[in-house]
């Protein structure tokens, strides 16, 4: 526990660190927003004008899709703030960077994180919040005071989700010691958790809920929300598939840097 | 000259074979990437007959194609060229007797090439046994296709340098980098294709680059439309690589002029 309180206080560190690194180059700081802005509406664009040639994709409405769309970018916004090591392979690896990390005193993956912490994503929260909320009024959805709370649960889980299968990927760097090119798997993957996963077929609907469970990052905790109570249980095992998926990735990390060598000079 | 850049080119093609674990990671990325649409599209279309003036089965294979053409244009020099702006070796760049942005862009071809022969070739095949696929009929219709899809890498690979040269002036600019990503994937009629969107965005997009991108050679390859119109749409193209070359070069001389190394 004291551990854990130390890691935190680290981060509160680092975070003050970065917004004054960030700040001495405001028109990028600036830039960054406006880009991230446009990549999150972009993918509404794609919705908004396939819903205009049909009413509806599987049993899902217009408004429905653009909710879990909203809901999609919060815990999305969590997993990049955290964890912006996309360039692990190239920068740890290949360079080297990885020897002076196992020096420092702290677990190697939150230092890992630390020094790729991004906290400028945190505005993805606010732009899922307001698409969310656009949706919701349009949909005519009533919450209770402790949806709140399952709200932050959800998102968290969602995040951790991500993290643990992207920590399993990214520490596949550690076995192969040469160029992976792995990160923009995942960037690509993610895109299936955006939309129901009963559009699918069987197959890749089993891959989303048990393999690289990213429908739990999208459609089944937007499901509660949207009072879709056929998919009840799955928003409610959340948690438990963000536990035992983080879990995991941390397990193999763990092991990934037993097996380290050093690549660079 | 032109046997430095044939090297540059053949140089990069084999760099792409070394890296093995890359190749696998991509092949599994385009099959993600079709079969997301794929099924989603299938979701879309529900029951219907028709959207937008495509069927089902032209539908999927406009995905098909136009992942496959994104194979082969597709490139990160923009990445490239901020990495080296940032480390400062683009100042050694500078003093060497070529051109960087050709050797950039001959390393690109390089990597296209890679791409169309290992990813897009197989790809293309394995998706033809599952879907039905039609390829098309003439030698003239390949030979326009391939003409197209040419130049359709050489204006993406105009529109990187662009975004790559801008580092130049702004510093850091990933977050643009990734805005691009998505935006040329969206208006290059990649995930949508144009004739779905509504008729005053079809009007905009019309002044923009992007559907020279990726539309037009996938519209030449479905063979729906006639030759002369193929001809036409490769004109198009050539145009809009003499109107980005523009700025490229304009922000190639005031680049030189004002470089900050930052560190390295």
Same mark, same amino acid.
């Given at each position: ?18 917004? @004054? ?38 049993? =899902? ?24 090591? =996309? ?21 190697? /993956? ?79 993957? $993610? ?35 949207l009072r879709k109570e056929v998919w009840y249980t799955y928003a409610a095992m959340t948690p438990v598939v963000a536990v035992i998926f983080f879990g995991i990735g941390l397990l193999v990390w763990n092991w990934g840097v037993t097996k380290y ?5 | 000259?032109? @046997? ?10 084999l760099t792409m074979l070394a890296y093995r674990v890359n190749y696998y990671s991509g092949i599994i990325i385009y099959a993600i990437n079709i079969g997301?649409?794929?099924? /989603? ?25 136009? =992942? ?38 001959? $390393?690109? !071809?390089?990597?296209? &090439?890679?791409?169309?022969?290992? !990813?897009?070739?197989?790809?293309? !095949? ?28 050489? &204006? ?43 008729? =005053?965005? $079809? ?7 992007? $559907? ?36 490229? /070069?304009?922000?190639?001389? /005031? ?10």
């Amino acid at each position: 526990m004291q551990n854990m309180r130390h890691i935190f206080s680290i981060f509160a560190d680092y975070l003050s660190q970065y917004f @004054k690194t960030r700040l001495a180059y405001r028109t990028d700081f600036i830039g960054d927003f406006v880009s991230n802005l446009v990549s999150e509406l972009i993918n509404l664009v794609f919705i908004i004008v396939v819903f205009t040639h049909v009413p509806l994709m599987g049993d =899902w409405t217009r408004d429905e899709i653009i909710f879990i769309y909203g809901f999609f970018l919060v815990p999305y916004a969590l997993f990049s703030m955290f964890f912006g090591f =996309w360039d692990f392979n190239e920068r740890y690896i290949i360079r080297g960077e990885m020897d002076r990390i196992l020096t420092r005193p702290i677990h190697n /993956l939150a230092q890992v994180c630390l020094e790729s912490i991004a906290p400028d994503r945190i505005f993805g929260v606010i732009t899922g919040i307001i698409i969310m909320g656009y949706a919701a009024i349009q949909l005519d959805l009533s919450f209770y005071w402790y949806d709140v709370f399952i709200f932050i649960g959800l998102s968290i889980s969602g995040a951790l989700i991500y993290g643990g299968v992207y920590t399993a990927i990214a520490a596949v760097s550690f076995f192969s010691d040469s160029r992976t090119g792995i990160a923009p798997m995942i960037y690509n993957i $993610q895109q299936y958790g955006r939309y129901p996963v009963d559009v699918y077929n069987k197959a890749i609907r089993f891959v989303l809920t048990y393999v690289l469970p990213f429908a739990f990052v999208g459609v089944y905790p937007a499901a509660y929300f949207l009072r879709k109570e056929v998919w009840y249980t799955y928003a409610a095992m959340t948690p438990v598939v963000a536990v035992i998926f983080f879990g995991i990735g941390l397990l193999v990390w763990n092991w990934g840097v037993t097996k380290y060598r050093g690549a660079g000079s | 000259m032109r @046997k430095l850049y044939m090297e540059l080119i053949r140089m990069r093609f084999l760099t792409m074979l070394a890296y093995r674990v890359n190749y696998y990671s991509g092949i599994i990325i385009y099959a993600i990437n079709i079969g997301a649409y794929y099924f /989603l599209w299938g979701a879309i279309y529900g029951g219907q007959q028709q959207l937008g003036g495509l069927t089902v089965e032209q539908m999927t294979s406009y995905v098909a194609i136009a =992942w496959m053409s994104r194979a082969f244009y597709f490139n990160n020099i923009d990445t490239e060229i901020a990495q080296d702006v940032r480390e400062g070796k683009v100042a050694i760049e500078m003093i060497r007797p070529y051109n960087y942005l050709s050797v950039k862009t001959a $390393q690109a !071809f390089g990597e296209g &090439i890679f791409r169309f022969l290992f !990813f897009a070739g197989p790809g293309i !095949f394995l998706i033809s046994l599952i879907i039905p696929f039609s390829f098309p009929a003439t030698a003239t219709g390949w030979g326009l296709y391939l003409i197209s899809l040419m130049c359709a890498f050489l &204006i993406n690979t105009q529109i990187n340098l662009v975004t790559g040269l801008l580092t130049f002036f702004l510093f850091r600019n990933d977050g643009m980098m990734r805005a691009k990503r998505v935006v040329v994937d969206l208006l290059s009629g990649l995930v949508l294709p144009i004739s779905f969107f509504p008729g =005053w965005a $079809q009007t905009v997009m019309g002044y923009l680059p992007f $559907q020279a991108v990726n539309y037009y050679p996938s519209l030449i390859f479905t063979g729906a439309i006639t030759t002369e119109r193929s001809w036409e749409l490769i004109g198009f193209q050539v145009i809009w690589m003499f109107v980005i070359l523009v700025p490229i /070069l304009v922000m190639w001389r /005031l680049a030189r002029n004002k470089l900050v190394v930052q560190g390295g």
